[in-house]
């Protein structure tokens, strides 16, 4: 099998939904964790004589997710309904938008390559059936939450780049606080396309669709397993079918769902009940201005101010609220490195032990920043601000009054250093022995014991000095 | 005056007695309901009615009236409703098996804005089901006969709320006018019945036919019921984005208005298949008019061929998306089986109509796949053209006059095994659907065999008031 000779063409279908209080077409709330079908009214369930109201917020965070994704918004979009029949669907049909999208062109750009969005558009979700045994229940809590569809071009060449260009949508639909993006919560659903092609060729291949891809994980699997497929298929001289695949996180396999063959006539036609979505030059400019810096350029700014290294601003930078809390904490420590070290080590450390989120974090900015403050002007060792951090994850004291508290600020009192300089050596002489025997890689180990008992109440580099000059000039 | 005279007079004269306590809301139900007593087990024109609660309200509304407040002109005045206009906790069943036992849990905006004015909703009549028919006979409750002869269709689909009108079983109604069904069985029942403008009055609450042409309206005995209960349900709707937000005014009709207005009539429904006597009156009506309105000249609506097709296939393919939505799982009829899809297939082929069923199949053809752009496409174009002939024709008049209907009311099931002629009865009527103009129905002066003809007035968007004025002139030439 020569997998080389094929390059594999990928497109992907997003489905965001839109962080809204209320449903796209009523002002039912937008709460899954509830009883089944206590957020639904006479509108989200379709009953007769009921009529769909555009929920404006939903119009407002849709335009700012096309802007960030640098998409041209259509002054003038219009819905439409796609007919189907599925009991979890109650209208008969699902509320889109078709011929008119909100928005159209855009472009996510990943690792200096730009990924086309063909088309960015608004549409209601449908409710969940919930099978039991011989019975089915449908919860409508979901139905008509404000979703947007993300369909890209097919420029994507590989998983890696599929997963890349997940993560970077991801973030930027965090960044600008119009998802939650949580795909185990369903907020962020994505169904690739793929098709293989020999290298070189412009026609499209054959292309199977996956679905049921609720993480990061599964989508690279998915991927894979779909290349190696159809891989396996072209290089044996066969034809691919075109099918949609549910993938099956058990097994690791994908399963065809329905044959395209048979899809269905969804009978697309304007919704009468709805006028045209028409939005002002005002509006869109309105919009314009509630995006915050993107991550790609926060990044670039990260590196050019404070020469930072890639990975560590691509970690400070995954997470908005993260990005922000770095800001805030140089602010009042202007030693960027410092706090950046700091955040990736010790503060997601505890994120990631407490699975928290930066903004559940104890310990705010500018109290973090007094620590580092401390640290940088070399008032206490890092491993006295190591120990001060813990108690301050526990207290509400400020750095200095535990550094006072348990004496961690750093003494000047060096005879009362070499008091204890000379105590270690007496306890160690046979190390002391060596030393002077001219094996000087011991000193590392006795200045390690000085450390011990100081617990931090001295720069280690004056201790190493001291504790070197005193084993020198005793040798003289 | 005996309390059995009180169905003839207007609302404003029977406001004026509740006022003067010359007698309460409660004896006015009182006659109401001996009236529907008299005539339901022929006319058949309710399919539920409330009476306990109607007198409820009559006693509260009553009680209002000794202490002398200031009530509405509605207030005590009994409104029969189109079943297919939601009464919360009442049924709403469209006519239709589907939705026999479907009971709202929401007030339309309409009936929230008649309750609010003290009005007392005391049923709901009886229409073709879904609102799809010209002779009230494709409902599921049975037809509906014509007051002034039974052996004769009152006209559909609003039949049931102008037969009550028209026989005393209500003071004012509401129906729905997809392409003519508030104006053609007012004409029938020789009776006043109002479309308004499209967006004039909320459609929150009507059961969709077809969502770009429904309106809501009412049909009274005179003209000035009519304007009355008119400017209490119009008015923009948060719950529909269709809505206009343009101020109502003042809709008390005028009728020496009409020496200021124009009158035009349009060749091309002259050229159509009219019977006789409708034309014979329709003229006669034009040349008693003449004296009074400033001038009556002819215009030119072009596109006139092609409103009933247009209508046709704009109203069926809204009409399969509509009611797409009846398919057992969660409310109405449900046909047991053991499979979803079987499910679905049962419960449509029992719980709707042959009617219905056809329609259904002609709008799913005309959105289908390959079909779209040369049927509902088309048509969508069409129907540019046909506002545009409107607007045209409005440049040279302010109003059009036509007969409502082609035809006299016709006999029970002559039609019914005929939709091509059936459809015709709405020739004059779908044309101002499309363009989404109000028109009034008005009975002209003369009889025909004891039947009235109709008189359609054809206003500009949002001119609800002139069509009143004229229609009022109109009403004037009886007496």
């Avoid at chain 1, 990736?344 to 007094?370: M, Q, Y």
């Avoid at chain 2, 409660?26 to 001996?34: K, M, R, W």
């Amino acid at each position: 099998m020569t997998e080389d000779r094929y390059e594999v063409v990928i497109g992907m279908e997003i489905h965001a939904q839109l962080k809204t209080k209320s449903k796209m077409f009523c002002a039912c709330a937008v709460q899954f964790k509830d009883k089944p079908n206590s957020n639904v009214c006479p509108i989200c369930l379709g009953l007769p004589g009921t009529l769909p109201t555009v929920n404006f917020e939903a119009v407002r965070l849709a335009t700012r997710a096309a802007l960030a994704l640098n998409c041209q918004i259509n002054p003038k979009s219009s819905f439409a309904r796609k007919h189907y029949f599925y009991p979890d669907l109650p209208k008969g049909y699902q509320i889109t938008q078709y011929k008119e999208p909100l928005a159209v062109n855009g472009f996510v750009e990943i690792d200096g390559k730009k990924i086309r969005i063909k088309r960015l558009h608004l549409e209601e979700d449908s409710g969940k059936l919930i099978h039991s045994g011989k019975e089915s229940l449908v919860d409508f809590n979901r139905c008509g939450v404000p979703l947007i569809e993300i369909v890209t071009e097919p420029d994507i060449n590989s998983s890696e780049e599929a997963v890349r260009y997940l993560e970077e949508l991801k973030r930027i639909l965090t960044y600008i606080d119009v998802s939650d993006c949580d795909m185990e919560k369903g907020h962020f659903r994505c169904e690739p396309n793929i098709s293989l092609r020999k290298a070189g060729e412009e026609k499209l291949g054959t292309r199977t669709e996956l679905k049921n891809l609720n993480s990061l994980r599964n989508v690279r699997e998915g991927l894979e397993f779909e290349i190696a497929r159809q891989t396996t298929i072209l290089t044996r001289g066969e034809k691919i079918i075109q099918e949609t695949l549910l993938w099956d996180e058990k097994t690791k396999t994908a399963q065809p769902m329905r044959s395209k063959e048979e899809s269905e006539d969804y009978r697309y036609f304007p919704e009468p009940d709805l006028p045209p979505l028409v939005l002002s030059q005002t509006f869109i400019d309105e919009v314009r201005k509630e995006i915050p810096l993107l991550p790609q350029a926060r990044r670039q700014l990260l590196i050019s101010k404070y020469q930072l290294d890639k990975n560590l601003v691509e970690i400070i930078t995954e997470d908005k609220k993260f990005a922000d809390y770095f800001d805030d904490v140089v602010k009042y420590c202007s030693k960027a490195q410092l706090v950046a070290n700091w955040l990736v080590t010790e503060v997601r450390g505890i994120l990631n032990t407490r699975n928290i989120a930066i903004t559940e974090f104890p310990i705010s900015s500018d109290v973090l920043a007094e620590l580092l403050v401390m640290l940088d002007k070399q008032e206490i060792t890092s491993k006295a601000a190591k120990i001060i951090f813990e108690e301050m994850l526990n207290s509400k004291k400020r750095p200095r009054e535990i550094a006072e508290e348990k004496g961690l600020l750093i003494s000047f009192d060096e005879e009362r250093l070499m008091t204890i300089i000379k105590e270690t050596l007496k306890e160690n002489p046979d190390v002391v022995e060596k030393y002077r025997k001219g094996k000087t890689t011991v000193l590392g180990f006795l200045i390690g014991e000085v450390l011990r008992k100081v617990q931090g109440r001295f720069l280690p580099q004056r201790v190493g000095e001291l504790v070197k000059k005193f084993l020198d000039e005793d040798l003289r | 005056m005996p309390l059995s005279d009180i169905p003839n007079l207007t609302i404003f004269e029977i406001h004026n007695k509740l006022k003067n306590l010359d007698f309460t809301p409660t004896d006015l139900l009182n006659v109401i309901f001996s009236r529907i007593n008299d005539h339901e087990p022929t006319i058949n024109g309710f399919i539920s009615i409330f009476k306990e609660k109607a007198y409820q309200e009559a006693e509260i509304i009553g009680e209002k009236f000794k202490t002398g407040a200031e009530l509405s002109l509605l207030a005590g005045i009994p409104i029969a409703v189109k079943d297919n206009i939601c009464v919360k906790d009442e049924l709403t069943t469209c006519g239709s098996k589907i939705l026999h036992n479907f009971r709202s849990p929401y007030d339309a905006t309409a009936i929230k804005q008649l309750k609010k004015a003290g009005a007392i909703v005391i049923g709901k009549t009886n229409l073709d089901e879904f609102a799809m028919g010209s002779s009230n006979e494709t409902s599921y409750f049975g037809p509906v006969k014509n007051p002034l002869n039974p052996n004769y269709v009152p006209g559909g689909s609003s039949g049931g709320s102008a037969a009550v009108v028209a026989y005393g079983g209500s003071i004012g109604a509401l129906g729905s006018d997809t392409g003519g069904s508030i104006r053609q069985p007012a004409s029938f029942c020789g009776v006043v019945g109002l479309k308004p403008t499209y967006g004039r009055v909320s459609r929150y609450g009507l059961v969709a036919f077809a969502s770009s042409l429904d309106c809501i309206g009412p049909i009274a005995k005179n003209v000035c019921d009519v304007a009355l209960i008119l400017s209490i349900i119009a008015g923009y709707d948060l719950h529909d984005a269709t809505t206009v937000d343009f101020p109502v005014g003042s809709l008390i009709p005028d009728k020496n208005k009409v020496k200021d207005y124009t009158l035009g009539i349009p060749k091309e429904y002259l050229e159509e298949e009219i019977d006789d006597e409708v034309r014979k009156v329709f003229n006669d009506t034009i040349k008693e008019l003449k004296d009074y309105v400033r001038e009556i000249k002819i215009v030119s609506l072009p596109h006139t061929p092609y409103h009933l097709p247009c209508y046709y296939l704009i109203c069926t393919a809204e009409a399969s998306s509509n009611l797409a939505r009846y398919d057992g799982v969660r409310y109405g009829l449900r046909e047991k089986s053991e499979y979803l899809i079987q499910m679905y297939e049962a419960t449509r082929d029992v719980g709707f109509g042959k009617e219905v069923k056809r329609r259904i199949l002609l709008g799913t053809y005309a959105l289908s796949k390959g079909y779209y752009d040369e049927y509902y496409g088309t048509a969508q174009k069409v129907r540019s053209l046909i506002k545009k002939d409107f607007d045209d024709a409005f440049r040279e008049c302010d109003l059009i006059i036509t007969p409502t209907s082609p035809t006299l009311p016709f006999k029970l099931n002559e039609r019914i095994t005929n939709p091509l002629a059936m459809y015709r009865s709405d020739v004059f009527t779908t044309g101002p659907s499309l363009a989404g103009l109000p028109a009034i129905s008005v009975a002209a002066p003369q009889k025909v065999g004891g039947f009235s003809v109709g008189i359609q007035i054809i206003g500009r968007p949002f001119g609800e008031k002139e069509i009143l004025d004229c229609a009022l002139a109109i009403e004037e030439l009886n007496k």
